[in-house]
Each structure stands twice: as C-alpha cells, then as structure tokens.
C-alpha cells in the first residue's frame, strides 16, 4: 500500500479512536448527572447533589479531554484528506458546521454555568444547566453519526457534471436510513459506558468501606441504568443496526461473520481465526443455522459470503474486522449477563453485601471501553474500501499534497502528546475517586432517620 | 451567494479573534503581570468560564468554511499543514494547562501549567497572525488548486516562501502585541486590587508597539499585495474599514487614560475587526490568492459549494446563531463585572 495513504489513515484512526475514550464517557454520564439532578430535586437530599457534583469533576475532566482531543478531528478532513473534502465537503460539512453551531455553543456556554455557576443558579437554574449540557452532547453525538452515516450509506446528493458530490436533499441527509439505529446503537453504548464507571466506582467504595452512602448510590444507579443499556445494546439498536449491514452492504457483513463461502443455513462463529490466504476460517466454533435465522428470520435462509463479491470490494482488512467484530458481541453479551445479575441482587437487596460481585462489578470498568472501540473499528474498517460508500475510495480520498514524511512527523506528535494526556487524566481521576465526594458534616435528618 | 457566505465566515472568524483573542492575551499577560497565586487565579477565573466557548467559535468557522468553501477547506487545510497540527497541540496545551492548573495545589504543578499556559498562548497569537500574513501574501497554487508549504526555507517574501518569512513573522509579532493589549484590558476591567494598575501598564506598552507595527504592517502589505491596493482605489467606500481600526486603536488610549475600562477594551475590539476586515476587503474576491500566478488564486466563485447547499444553510445558520448569540449574552451577564474567587468551580 502506498506509505501517504497507510500514514494518512492511521492518523486519523489514531486520534479518533483516542478522542472517542471520552465523549463516549461524557455523554453517558451527561444523562446520569441529569439523572442524580433529578432526584435531589425531589427528595431534596444534599446527598444526590453532592454526588452530582462529585460525577461533576469527573465530567469536567474527561470533557475537557475530550475537547482538546477533538479540535483536531474537524481540522483533519481537511489537512490529511483534502481530496475527500473537496468531493464531499458540500454535504457532511453541513453536518459538521451544525454541530458546532447547535451543539458546541450549548454545550460549552451551559458547562461553565454547570461548573462555576451552582450558588447563583439554584437548585433548579442548576438542574437545567445540567439539562443543557446532556442535551448539547447527545445533539454532537447526532450529528457526527449523520455524517458518518452518510459516509456509510450516502443519501440526499446527485452527482454534478464532472463527478462532484452536490447535496440534493437536506433532510435527505439527516433522516437517512442509516442514522436511527446507528445513532441509537451508540448513544446505548455511552451509557452502558458511564454506568459501568459509575457503578465500578461505588464498588471501589464498598469494597474499601470509604464514603459512606455514596458507594451505594453510585451502585444502584449505576446497574438500574447498565442493565437497561445493556440489553437496549443488543436488541433492538444492535439487531437494527445489522439489518442496515446485511442490507446494504452485504459483503462487509460476510467478513464481520468470518463467512467465507455462500451458504444455506449459516452458522454464527463463535471463536476462530480467519485464514486470508487459505480462505477459511481456522479451528471455528459456530452454532449452526443461527446468522440465517438473525438475518432473514429463517433458519435456512441463504446467506452471502466472501465469495459471492468480486475481490475488490472486499473490506482491506478482514482479519481486524472480523476480530473486532466479534470482540464488541462477546463483551456486550457479557454485560448482559453481569448486569442481569447484579439487578437480581440489587432487588433481592444482597448486592451491597456481596464482595465477590462487587468485585466483578469493580473489575468490568475496562470493558465498556473496548467494546465502543471495537464497535467503531468495526464500523469504519466495514465501511473500507470506500470513504464513502460506493462512491468514493479511500485511496483518492487522502491529501496527496502532504507528504508522507510530513504525517509521520505529526503523527508522532500526536501519539507524544496523547500518552501524556494518558498519565495526566488517570493521575486527576484517581485524585478525585481518592478523594471521593464531599461527605455529609451532619447527617441530614430523614437521612438519620431511615437508618 | 457566495458574498454572503464569504461575509458569514469573516464574520465568524473575527468573532472568534475578539473572544478568544482576549483569553490568549489573558494567557501573556498572566506571565508578564500575575504575581501572587490569587492573582493568578484571579486571571484564570476571569476567562475560566468562558473560554471553552469561545474557542467553540474556531470549530463553528472552521466547519461553516467546510460546508460553504468545501475547495478553500481542503487546499488550505493541507497546505498549510504543517502550522495547522502546531496550533491544534498548542491549543491543547493552553485549555488543559486552563482546566487542570487549579486541580492540584502544589508548588510545582501549578508553576508548570502557568508557563504551559503563557507559552501556548504567545504562539498562538503569533501563528494566528502569520497565517493572516500568509493568506495575504499568497501561496504557490497549483493548476489543480493545491500547495504545500515548509514552515520556512529562506525566509524571504518572494519565490519559494516558507509559512514563517519576515513579512508574516512581522504580522505575527504585531498579532501577539495586539492580543496581549487586548488581554491586558479584559483583565484590568475583570479584576481587582494591585492586578489591574499592573495590566493597564502592559496594555499601554503593547499599545505602543501596536502602533508601530501597524504602521509596517501596512507598509509592507501595500508592496506585497498589490490586490489590496487595487480593491482600496475602485471601492473608495471600503477605506471605512481601515478607519474603524486607527478609531479603536486612538480609543483604546483614549479611554485608558480616562479609566473608562469597558470602553477602552470595546475599544480595543473595534481596532481588531478594523483590521481584519480591511484584510478580508483587501483580498476580496480572492480567499487564498497565489504568490506565482494571479490567475491561479482561489476566489470565493470558485471554491464554493453548490447553490442549493448555500441555501439551505441559510435556513439553520441563522436560527442557530440567534440561539448561540442568547447563550453568550445570558452567560456573560451572568458573569459581569469584577470576577470573586470565593465561588471556586469544579
């Protein structure tokens, strides 16, 4: 492959997937925050705001990550893609110029009054500014899944004379097929994110025996919300989600599944390791008849593989993309499982009691995170050849004016900075986890009265 | 069409240089005047709030330049390569230097975040103001409307330039005096005790040097870019623009002198969007003209997206910014006069 090209797209892979650990956290813990705001509201607990303010820090943090981290991401369409922006910036520019107009505004002006402004806001002032910046995020979230679900699925454009890609349907943009479930899917996915943070932290507490009542809180609110996202993951947005694949692009789905050959009743692999120069998948273990029934809803049904596409539409990297693939299903089945049982506890009433669970709770707190990742790798090495599907492959999209030596360099750069981003954020998230949220000088008194 | 657009995106960028313009000025000044932490912090809590959403004006222009110049985005974005990734990591540098500085009360931590936050900004300011100096210049274009630029080769203004020669280092320099004149007076009109004699001192020796450079600056630009010239003689009526700037820059001194803070730093911004507009008239219709072949320059008609995309853009930029618009009044009511470091944020 030509080095411009393997750099260019590295690059961009390399500071998308970091930048995505945080928004991925934030937006999730944007709703539980409104979620915490919400019940100090109404019982008029300290307890709930002081916890809100707590995942407050938290938020303030990765936040900010996520903003220095993501300055970078709306500059580089145009420097290390230049010819992909020049061909399609008419259309997804839309998408992305909205987001910083609709959501960015909101969010930032909203986050300041969220951080400094509590004394003067008031309770309620403060619960909608909480409000504002929940719904700043999840509108930036909608937006950039817009646009790459145009890139995925291209609709609302027509083709001008010498080829150019001119927007032909506003909303044609916005409602494209694609977005629902895309969106859905991964909006799910933050949230089951912030809640496995939250509910590993209030095991860390139990487990220590520090902070008192909060440990609980952030337990309890953490699985209500985890297991809820969970099973939301799977079905209906990640069932949704696949159907799009199989619709529409029918051989990336081939690869995801590792499915070699065209078959009537295909299983669903398990565990193997695609074989790219023998064609087959090694040592496999499938339930058979299972991916026909999930496609087509018929255990027989015939399902397409590799070796129904000609070679050059195939996804360049199978290997990664079967892998991460099936790294995204397995880990999201386990959070069912994990979140399934720790609700039964936490309603039997023996989960705060149970170390061994709360262990497992404590230890899942990686997890969520390489299961978005992976999900998005899927995603975007699924969509490959193409930048934009069917239209535009991602081998014309890069800047053929930077040079390889040039991206190298600043790809290097990239990764100095990001690892010392790394060690800056786990050393104030710890700080703030060690310090914990501000205890209750006296306990309240129904608080009192209840133990 | 295109006009309008091109006027949006002006109008976009200079909003984004008059606010964020004044928290990289904070940025300098926070070296040259912030003596004890409480000044220091002073300084920080008087853009803490706000600074984040000014730099949101950066993203909107930049994307808003995307939609409605998808050809100018491309070929200047890559062009300009290499100075684009120094800003990104310096604007990194400067917000967590802003947001994690208070995190930790240490003698060494905060020193080091202080120097990372007055060093971020000060390149800043003067990459920002040789990237002006560069779109006035004008770059090598090629046929098919691409270049590239090393950041310098011999630093001369003519032939194989680099990003840095000495006319848009000059304009550089006269950007970083700008900013920190413009810092100076949002933090003298936001603060209070010692801090505010000491800032009114910085601005006024920035004020100088400003005056200076921008007797050079235009000098050299006149020479360098005959374009300017040209738009200046057959639209007599775009002289206004260069007027704006000397009325703010005789009002900032004005009105420092009378004490009147508020007026000098408004001042201060008319002085700002004076000489951006005179620059964005000057090149007009040109968005990135070329230094080898007038012909090969970009303009506004050739770089634009479609009519019907123009359009519709219409329809959302302008409730959209009536909506931002509501917000940066509401918090910067919200956070008027004199900041008070006994509401700490989180």
């Not at chain 1, 890139?151 to 027509?158: A, F, S, V």
């Not at chain 2, 990591?89 to 007055?118: A, C, M, Q």
């Not at chain 2, 930029?317 to 006069?337: E, S, T």
């Amino acid at each position: 492959m030509d080095s411009a090209l393997a750099l260019h797209r590295f690059h961009f892979a390399f500071t998308v997937t970091y930048h995505y650990i945080f928004p991925q956290l934030t937006m999730g813990l944007a709703l539980l925050i409104v979620i915490l705001k919400t019940m100090a509201l109404r019982t008029g607990e300290e307890h709930f705001n002081r916890s809100a303010r707590f995942w407050g820090k938290i938020f303030g943090i990765s936040f900010a990550m996520g903003v220095v981290t993501g300055i970078p991401m709306e500059f580089q369409f145009g420097t290390n893609w230049a010819a992909f922006s020049k061909a399609a910036g008419g259309v997804i520019g839309q998408t992305l110029a909205m987001e910083g107009v609709f959501s960015f505004f909101l969010e930032s002006a909203f986050l300041g009054l969220f951080l400094f402004g509590e004394k003067r806001l008031g309770p309620k002032g403060h619960w909608w500014s909480a409000f504002l910046v929940f719904l700043g995020s999840w509108l930036s979230g909608f937006f950039i899944i817009a646009t790459n679900a145009w890139m995925q699925h291209p609709t609302g454009y027509r083709l001008g004379p010498g080829g150019e890609i001119l927007l032909d349907s506003f909303w044609g943009l916005l409602l494209n097929r694609w977005v629902f479930w895309q969106y859905m899917h991964n909006m799910t996915g933050s949230v089951v994110t912030a809640s496995f943070v939250m509910a590993s932290i209030g095991a860390f507490y139990l487990l220590n025996g520090t902070h008192g009542n909060y440990g609980r809180t952030f337990v309890r609110l953490g699985v209500i919300a985890g297991a809820i996202a969970s099973v939301l993951m799977a079905v209906p947005t990640g069932d949704g989600q696949g159907r799009n694949i199989a619709r529409y692009q029918p051989v990336t789905l081939a690869a995801m599944e590792g499915l070699f050959r065209t078959q009537e009743g295909a299983p669903v692999v398990l565990v193997g390791q695609p074989d790219m120069v023998q064609r087959r998948l090694d040592n496999p273990v499938e339930i058979p008849r299972l991916l026909s029934f999930l496609t087509y809803q018929r255990w027989m049904a015939d399902v397409k593989g590799l070796d129904s596409f000609p070679e050059d539409l195939w996804p360049d990297n199978i290997p990664l993309l079967y892998y991460s693939y099936h790294i995204m299903v397995g880990l999201g089945t386990i959070f069912i499982a994990v979140m399934l049982v720790s609700a039964w506890k936490l309603w039997k009433g023996t989960l705060y009691a149970s170390r061994r669970w709360l262990w497992v709770i404590l230890l899942m707190l990686p997890f969520p995170f390489i299961a978005n990742t992976a999900g998005w790798i899927t995603a975007e090495v699924g969509r490959q050849p193409w930048v934009i599907y069917g239209l535009m492959r991602t081998s014309q999209g890069a800047s053929m004016n930077v040079s390889a030596g040039n991206t190298l360099f600043t790809l290097i750069g990239f990764m100095g900075m990001y690892a010392l981003l790394s060690i800056l954020f786990l050393f104030l998230v710890r700080r703030e986890i060690e310090h914990g949220p501000e205890p209750l000088a006296t306990p309240e008194p129904e608080m009192a009265v209840k133990r | 069409m295109e006009t309008l657009w091109f006027l949006i995106v002006a109008v976009m960028i200079a909003a984004y240089v008059l606010l964020d313009g004044f928290d990289l000025g904070a940025g300098i000044v926070h070296f040259c005047a912030g003596r004890t932490d409480s000044e220091k912090r002073q300084i920080l809590r008087s853009i803490g709030p706000v600074w984040d959403g000014n730099e949101v004006w950066l993203l909107a222009a930049g994307g808003t330049l995307y939609f409605a110049f998808p050809g100018l985005y491309a070929s200047s974005f890559s062009g300009f390569y290499l100075p684009l990734m120094i800003v990104l990591w310096l604007l990194i540098l400067r917000g967590i230097s802003i947001e994690f500085r208070n995190h930790v009360d240490n003698p060494v931590w905060k020193p080091f975040w202080d120097g990372g936050f007055t060093l971020a900004s000060a390149l800043l300011a003067v990459f920002f103001g040789a990237a002006l100096g560069n779109v006035v210049r004008g770059v090598p274009l090629d046929a098919s409307g691409y270049f590239f630029l090393p950041l310098w080769t011999h630093f001369g203004v003519q032939g194989d330039v680099g990003i840095l020669d000495w006319y848009t280092v000059l304009v550089g320099l006269l950007a970083f005096l700008t900013l920190t004149m413009h810092g100076a007076l949002w933090v003298t009109l936001k603060t209070t005790g010692e801090l505010p004699a000491r800032t009114r001192r910085v601005a006024g020796f920035a004020w100088t040097g400003v005056l200076i450079l921008t007797g050079l600056v235009t000098f050299f630009t006149l020479r360098i870019q005959p374009q300017v010239w040209n738009n200046l003689t057959t639209r007599p009526w775009g002289f206004v623009f260069p007027a704006i700037a000397v009325a703010g820059l005789l009002g900032v001194l004005r009105y420092s002198h009378q004490g009147r803070e508020t007026d000098a730093f408004l001042a201060s911004c008319a002085y700002i969007l004076g000489m951006l507009t005179s620059a964005a008239f000057g090149v007009y219709p040109y968005v990135l003209p070329s230094n080898t072949n007038p012909q090969l320059g970009l303009t506004i008609y050739s770089t634009a997206a479609a009519p019907y995309g123009l359009k519709i853009g219409l329809a959302w930029w302008i409730p959209g910014m009536v909506l931002a618009l509501g917000y940066f009044v509401f918090i910067y009511r919200h956070f008027a006069g004199k900041v008070s470091l006994e509401e700490e944020g989180y």
